[in-house]
């Protein structure tokens, strides 16, 4: 569990998050909500401790692992997407090429991963930035808008691969703008945030 103790963010003078408390838990995924500005991004940050609070506590189990796909994916453009993975895996070591083959099956890149990513429209690159996030099956995945440009398919492919990893225990926290939780089995909870504060839970 992440638990949020009346947490606030100031960054330059200008309150971000202001007196948040929430719940996470394992085996359970979160919409949150919010207009442009709103803090979604920023509690993000927080919850996969890329940010520290300003004020209050964030109280969490020190050994999770965190897949993160936050703002835009950013790869090496000139590379494949095979070649990008690899990279990244290189990182922390855990997995294999044979994992990465599989993560990419899984988010309907197989067939373009010898591509370079420069090619790659802007629904590709949401894939990919899925891809890297789940590749390595971390205990907690943090997605800022991941279902930007997919199409139909894709988008299905997303919320059914989401569904699956929730069923195996895993932590899912999505920021979204403008979308709608009640079209699919997802979400356990949205959180709607508007200036910083949490406005509105629904279960």
Not at 16 to 45: C, P, V, W
Not at 145 to 154: K, Q, R, S, T
């Amino acid at each position: 569990m992440i638990e949020l103790a009346s947490v606030c963010k100031s960054l330059k003078g200008r309150n971000i998050l202001q007196d948040i408390s929430l719940e996470f838990i394992e085996g359970k995924a979160y919409l949150i909500k919010g207009h442009n500005g709103s803090g979604k991004t920023m509690l993000l940050r927080m919850l996969c401790d890329l940010l520290k609070p300003s004020s209050g506590e964030i109280m969490r189990n020190q050994d999770y692992t965190y897949g993160v796909m936050i703002e835009n994916p950013s790869f090496l453009e000139n590379e494949t997407a095979l070649y990008n993975l690899k990279y990244l895996a290189a990182i922390n070591n855990v997995i294999d090429e044979n994992k990465i083959i599989e993560s990419l099956k899984q988010v309907n890149l197989y067939d373009e991963r010898n591509y370079k990513v420069k090619t790659f429209s802007l629904g590709m690159k949401q894939r990919l930035g899925l891809c890297q996030a789940i590749m390595e099956e971390p205990d907690i995945l943090i997605l800022d808008e991941p279902f930007n440009a997919l199409d139909e398919e894709n988008y299905k492919m997303a919320i059914d691969l989401l569904i699956q990893l929730k069923e195996k225990g895993k932590m899912i926290v999505v920021a979204s703008h403008g979308f709608s939780s009640d079209d699919n089995m997802l979400f356990d909870q949205t959180i709607t945030l508007s200036d910083g504060k949490v406005i509105n839970t629904a279960i």
